[in-house]
């Protein structure tokens, strides 16, 4: 380690006895009924490359611990291994079906306080054990507020929605945690969260308090993630790694929020799951039902989600029910009287370019606009615009993809 | 209501810069010119404050909003009571407060609630907004909730009381990115602490209830007219904080550093290809395969 | 339980407000539905708002329903004072001073914009229903009314947004395009012949700089009539009315010549513009941004964009405070100006920053605030007969009652005179409790027919008429003669104009009318007068004109994904003019099949007549600002 000549100027840290007091990595995982909401598996995936790099380099055995609370989802915690978890905690209890804040985050906190949950997978580090080094928490609907209240009740720090993750030693001047000397931070997480502009990203620490005056300690180390950020790691069955049950305890207040009941509103379109989405407007009017056919042809060799512009939702022409009624549907319109898509690609085929649409679309990666007109707003609205009648541009790019689509794989390896 | 015991409600609200076009302001480097950008109710509180108001027409609520911040966060004060005819407003402000994290905030907060109409005991409602759209992140409020011991309710898109049985009953709105959204229906005793969803919208379904409302909200528009005289402020002291829960002593986290993401988007230049050129095809056929194999990353 | 109220009046425009206020003024409580976000924000009118003094019988002025607070809260713009007929062809024009025939009668002739006017009387009226136990709900749609089984005279009211209610009497006062009336098929739809068309924009233009170019003071103002080749052959014409700091620009053509000759109607009201003397009424200094340059860094073009476009927002904003007394005054006081000249020396000093630092450039042009559109009841032609169905009394254009006569429009005052009328007639039934047609209805029809207005809707006013003659006094016999020329000798003597108008009243108005609202009225006898008579304008620029989709950007809407309009048959010619008629555009024509997007809609009923036609639910739509 070639910082350690520096670090002789700098005052080291009086932790080095506390540190063992947190080890390392878990993450709370997401679940509905078993079935793991894709961020937990991103999360498992970049907490399984942190926790291989930082057990390289400081020479330690620290492990990543899923946090699994459900009922009856053992078969989960089998995947939770093989999608990179040295190790899962599993709190089994009817009353954990479903997510309710107040009871998982009393059990959590539980959790992440049990020093003999540890000892199955790690004995070595299980006597000193007080709390975990790090945390990791989905930034969705369930896991920010998750992680708000655990964080409030192990009287920690939190940052949210982040996008990078660096673990690194740190030499640190503050105000009030070092009362304004140099201290050396190790094993530190440096959570980058992108700024509201989008243009900044700012590195959020959780520190102790070194503070002479008011010293304190203030572990674990605990972030948010955003979904879709991180890549999960392959599914691999011979991972291997040990299932701890815990099984909890209730008090008569933690279980005061009753779920009445659940309503799943599916939306017919899922276009958040797709890479690629496109889309058609009226440039289909010459022959609409084939026209919409050769959409239907590209995405699916792109995998892509199909929308539309608003117009068509209207039925402007005749097509046969059952193209009618899978394409030019409502839940499918994409724009400001719509949907909002993001994908990193988009596809807007023979459509003009109204700003309705543009609202719903222009959050896209890139954007590819098939029209023959060149004079059509989408043109000031794409990164590709390739000119012609979609009735030929299609088949040939259709054609043309599937030529290309062995050699791509052989290159991705 | 004769012999129930009235409801307390409290908002809490944050100021926040004015995102909307023509108001804000950047500096060179793209990042807020926060001295130019005027600051306003924040659309989360405001739809917070929307929410308290609902207890207002709905069941006589007293309402307090309460904010941490500047003096001139009054002005969120201000017009929150404008939305949800407050009865009381409160600004914890103080110079011990600075530099606080969400943990701390939250520690201010409960403070703060302290000092309202019937204190934490006496309290039946909190509500939040989702979250600031400046920076914080929607921790304040849940951790709030905690440290005041009251249950959780996030993603509120609607909800009624029960006043006899002291209950609420909400409709949740959980939304597992692009994995299923779910309508989640609870019920919890009060006291409870209620985070708005953006979505939230009150609905008053009687003529009589909107006459209420109508009466409501031009009580709220003479009320923050003269706003200053509901407008209560406390400092550290009078709060009764501890000093290393606040402000930079009561604060996990710091900023480290502040940096320009590096930009991978291309602004929309388009490159006209020709539909009818085989080779041109070849190359957006290839491009096409580029962008999916994650080469580009957004 | 079911809620019930004595009387339900359905919309917030001026006469369901009128209503309200009158039935609270008697002590009555009543509620009124509105389905904008507030009252004010659906409605348009021209406009101008008269106190008018009939020399028979009664009305009801806005003075009488709201008191003389009505005068010194001046929710009006500016007191007209001037009124001048424009005879135009190309760059001549000819022009006729009528002021006296807007005095015809009239105690006072006022421009209003409907949404300041309406928040107004919503204020008034409202307060006064609370204290009755009643008051406005707004962002609520009617959507059925029926009829308790056991009890006729109890109606009960469907919404989109609220519970059923139910309420003893009714007053339908949902405008021209009356969903009530459709519902309870108390009248047919109206047809083209029946109607006009008005399209509008509300201008920008500093207050003083008008108040010197119109020749006006601070307290009067100026309303100018266009007829002749701006017309582009269209029976109606055009008009420019002075607001405060504001220009109301339109047009209103007969619905039936727009049908037989289909034009566009913003490019109706684009010709009104590009008419060199309007031109010039409504130019101002205006801003004109540099394009950015696309080489510069993404942040540096954001910091320019947002740099300029508040530095233009705060330019226009103090010169338009600069140009106004009050404005001057305001600015003076809050601390931040010393002096008048402080002002113009910080608006000049921005001005110079923007031309050196951003290369912006100022120019002459226009600065349009808002686009609009209604449809209007000629009262004359579609006047409902009954104005009553079971214990719903219907008022001002919801009752087709609207005086159309030549110049003379007037909308807003009938319904007000309707409304107290039927506010009347429901105290009456109130303090009787009985809601019978024969005691409520029939009574309300017989106030009806004591107003002066509807004698102004069947029969011709010789006096009137007369005014007429004396100001074109000027003009050649031989240009009216050739086609006037036996009107003209009946009209010359107080006694031949008499009889001649006795005979005219007995074959009845209809008949006549076509003679008089004909093309050479509106067309060819203007063009004439201008070529041959008028003097030559000039306009030293041209008007930047906002597209259709431009306008229609602007509006602010609360978009419904719902249509409240169905087309029902996509092949019909009507709906293929509609293509065309249609003020946003929202029709278009796909392999002969019209399409409807709906998005745009202004909700001015042009295509009501062969649609299924609602208004939006509740607070959706388009909301005007100014209106």
Not at chain 1, 116 to 123: A, G, H, V
Not at chain 1, 155 to 179: C, F, P, Q, W, Y
Not at chain 3, 23 to 48: C, D, F, M, R, Y
């Amino acid at each position: 380690m070639s910082e350690q000549s520096q670090s002789t100027q700098i005052q080291n840290a009086p932790s080095a006895s506390e540190d063992c007091s947190y080890r390392h990595l878990y993450v709370v995982i997401e679940h509905d009924d078993g079935k793991p909401v894709p961020v937990s598996l991103e999360m498992l995936g970049e907490a399984r490359r942190q926790m291989d790099i930082f057990n390289a380099k400081y020479s330690s055995n620290e492990k990543v611990v899923a946090v699994v609370l459900g009922n009856n989802v053992r078969n989960l915690c089998e995947e939770m291994i093989y999608y990179g978890a040295d190790a899962v905690i599993y709190a089994a209890s009817p009353e954990l079906q479903y997510s309710r804040n107040l009871v998982d985050t009393k059990v959590i906190s539980k959790i992440a306080r049990n020093a003999d949950l540890t000892r199955n997978f790690s004995p070595e580090y299980a006597d000193s054990f007080k709390k975990p080094r790090y945390m990791f928490f989905a930034a969705d609907s369930i896991g920010r507020h998750l992680s708000s209240t655990v964080m409030a009740e192990l009287e920690s720090g939190l940052a949210s929605d982040i996008n990078k993750l660096v673990i690194s030693d740190l030499d640190i001047r503050h105000e009030h945690k070092t009362k304004g000397q140099t201290i050396r931070y190790e094993k530190t997480l440096e959570m980058y969260r992108p700024d509201f502009s989008g243009f900044l990203w700012t590195t959020i620490l959780c520190l102790d308090n070194r503070n002479p005056v008011a010293p304190k300690e203030f572990h674990p180390q605990s972030c948010s993630i955003i979904p879709g950020v991180f890549e999960p790691l392959g599914r691999d069955t011979s991972r291997k790694g040990s299932i701890v049950d815990y099984t909890p305890e209730f008090g008569e207040h933690d279980l005061a929020v009753k779920v009445l009941g659940r309503q799943v509103i599916k939306s017919v379109v899922d276009f958040e799951s797709h890479k690629a989405v496109i889309s058609f407007g009226r440039g289909i009017k010459e022959s609409p039902e084939e026209n919409i056919k050769l959409v239907a042809e590209l995405a699916d060799e792109l995998d892509a989600a199909v929308g539309i512009s608003l117009p068509i939702s209207k039925k402007p022409y005749p097509v046969s029910e059952a193209t009618s009624s899978t394409y030019m549907i409502p839940d499918r319109v994409i724009g400001t009287s719509g949907r909002k898509v993001a994908p990193m690609l988009y596809i807007a085929v023979g459509i003009s370019g109204a700003v309705q649409h543009i609202v719903g679309m222009k959050e896209s990666g890139f954007v590819i606009a098939i029209n023959p007109d060149e004079e059509a707003p989408i043109r000031g609205e794409c990164d590709m615009f390739i000119k012609g009648r979609m009735e030929e541009v299609v088949p040939l790019l259709v054609q043309e993809l599937k030529k290309q689509r062995p050699a791509m794989q052989v290159s991705n390896r | 209501m004769i012999g129930m015991r009235s409801l307390n409600v409290a908002v809490i609200v944050k100021l926040e810069p004015d995102f909307s076009e023509g108001n804000v302001s950047y500096n060179a480097d793209g990042t807020l010119n926060r001295a130019e950008t005027k600051s306003i109710l924040g659309p989360h509180s405001a739809i917070a404050s929307l929410a308290a108001f609902y207890s207002k027409v709905r069941y006589g609520a007293r309402i307090t909003v309460g904010t941490m911040g500047p003096p001139i966060a009054d002005a969120a004060l201000q017009q929150a009571q404008m939305l949800c005819d407050a009865d009381e407003l409160h600004l914890y402000s103080d110079r011990l407060f600075a530099g606080a994290d969400t943990l701390a905030t939250a520690e201010t907060l409960k403070a703060g609630i302290s000092k309202m109409q019937g204190g934490i005991e006496g309290m039946d409602l909190v509500f939040s907004g989702h979250r600031a759209s400046d920076g914080e992140t929607g921790q304040t409020g849940p951790q709030t909730a905690w440290k005041l011991g009251f249950p959780f309710l996030g993603n509120v898109i609607d909800y009624n009381l029960d006043l006899e049985r002291r209950t609420i009953r909400a409709k949740r709105l959980i939304s597992l990115q692009g994995f299923y959204d779910i309508v989640e229906e609870i019920e919890a005793p009060l006291p409870a602490f209620v985070s708005v969803d953006p979505s939230y919208q009150p609905n008053f379904n009687t003529v009589s209830q909107r006459l209420a409302l109508g009466r409501y909200r031009k009580e709220a528009a003479e009320r923050s007219s003269n706003y200053k005289q509901y407008l209560k402020v406390f400092n550290a002291q009078q709060m009764g904080v501890d000093p290393k829960l606040v402000g930079l002593p009561g604060s996990p986290t710091i900023v480290y550093k502040v940096e320009k993401i590096p930009k991978a988007k291309a602004s929309r230049k388009s490159e006209v290809i020709d539909g009818a050129n085989p080779e041109h095809i070849r190359l957006a056929a290839a491009k096409i395969h580029e962008i999916l194999s994650g080469a580009v990353v957004k | 339980m079911v809620e019930r109220f004595d009387a339900v009046i359905i919309g917030g425009g001026s006469a369901g407000l009128a209503a309200l206020k009158q039935l609270a003024n008697q002590g009555k409580q009543a509620v009124l539905i509105e389905a904008g976000t507030s009252p004010g924000t659906k409605n348009v009118s021209g406009g101008i708002l008269y106190s008018k003094k009939p020399k028979d019988g009664k009305v009801y002025n806005v003075e009488d329903v709201y008191g003389q607070d009505f005068l010194s809260d001046a929710p009006f713009e500016r007191m007209i004072t001037k009124y001048m007929l424009h005879a135009t062809s190309k760059d001549k024009i000819f022009s006729i001073d009528l002021t006296a025939a807007h005095h015809y009668q009239a105690n006072y002739g006022c421009s209003v914009l409907m949404n300041k006017l309406n928040s107004w009387f919503a204020k008034e009226a409202g307060q006064s229903a609370e204290k009755q136990g009643g008051g406005i709900v707004s962002g609520v749609h009617v959507r059925s009314i029926g009829w308790k089984s056991n009890e006729e005279s109890i109606a009960i009211i469907e919404t989109d947004e609220l519970e059923p209610f139910e309420a003893k009497a009714v007053i339908a006062a949902d405008g021209v395009n009356s969903e009530v009336a459709e519902l309870t098929q108390a009248r047919d739809k109206f047809s083209p012949h029946q109607l006009y068309q008005g399209v509008k924009v509300i201008v920008k233009l500093p207050e003083q700089i008008m108040e010197e170019r119109f020749g006006i003071e601070y307290d009067s103002g100026a309303a100018h009539l266009f007829a002749g080749d701006v017309t582009l052959n269209h029976i109606g014409g055009g008009f420019v009315y002075t607001n405060r700091d504001s220009l109301s620009a339109g047009v209103v053509y007969h619905y039936d010549s727009l049908m037989r000759n289909p034009s566009e109607p913003h490019t109706l009201v684009d010709t009104l513009l590009q008419n060199p003397m309007v031109s010039e009424f409504i130019k101002d200094e205006v801003a004109v941004k540099q394009e950015i340059d696309k080489n510069l860094p993404k942040e540096e073009q954001l910091r320019i964009q947002f740099a300029v476009s508040k530095l233009i927002k705060t330019w226009g904003e103090l010169r338009h405070a600069y140009y106004s007394a009050n404005g001057r005054k305001g600015l003076i006081e809050s601390g931040k100006y010393k002096s008048d000249e402080d002002i113009r020396a910080r608006v000049e000093s921005i001005k110079q920053e923007l031309e050196s630092k951003y290369s912006t450039r100022f120019v002459t042009d226009y600065v349009e605030l808002e686009y609009s559109a209604k449809i209007i009841p000629d009262g004359k032609r579609c006047a409902m007969r009954q104005p009553y169905y079971k214990n719903i009394l219907f008022v001002g254009d919801a009752a087709g009652r609207g005086i159309f006569i030549g110049p003379r429009i007037e909308g807003i005052n009938v319904g007000i005179d309707d409304a107290a009328r039927a506010a009347e007639s429901v105290a009456r039934a109130i303090d009787r409790n009985v809601f019978s047609e024969d005691y409520l209805g029939q009574y309300y029809s017989q106030s009806l027919e004591a107003s002066p207005y509807t004698k102004d809707m069947r029969e011709i006013d010789k006096d009137y008429l007369k005014i007429f003659l004396d100001a074109a006094k000027e003009v050649p016999r031989d240009i009216i003669g050739q086609r006037y020329g036996m009107v003209l000798k009946l009209m010359s003597s107080g006694t031949l104009r008499g009889l001649a108008i006795g005979f005219a009243n007995i074959l009845g108005f209809e008949r006549l009318l076509p003679l008089v609202e004909s093309e050479e009225t509106y067309v060819q006898v203007p063009i004439e007068l201008a070529d041959r008579l008028g003097k030559q304008v000039t306009s030293t620029y041209n008007p930047s004109i906002p597209t259709v989709a431009q306008r229609i950007a602007k509006l602010k809407y609360n978009d419904d994904r719902i249509s409240h309009i169905k087309v029902l048959d996509p092949q019909s010619d009507f709906m293929k003019k509609m293509v065309k008629l249609c003020p946003t555009n929202c029709y278009s024509l796909e392999d002969q099949s019209v399409v409807l997007q709906h998005e745009a809609c202004v909700e001015c009923g042009t295509c009501a007549k062969e649609t299924d036609w609602h208004h939006p639910r509740g607070e959706m739509g388009v909301s005007y600002q100014y209106g």
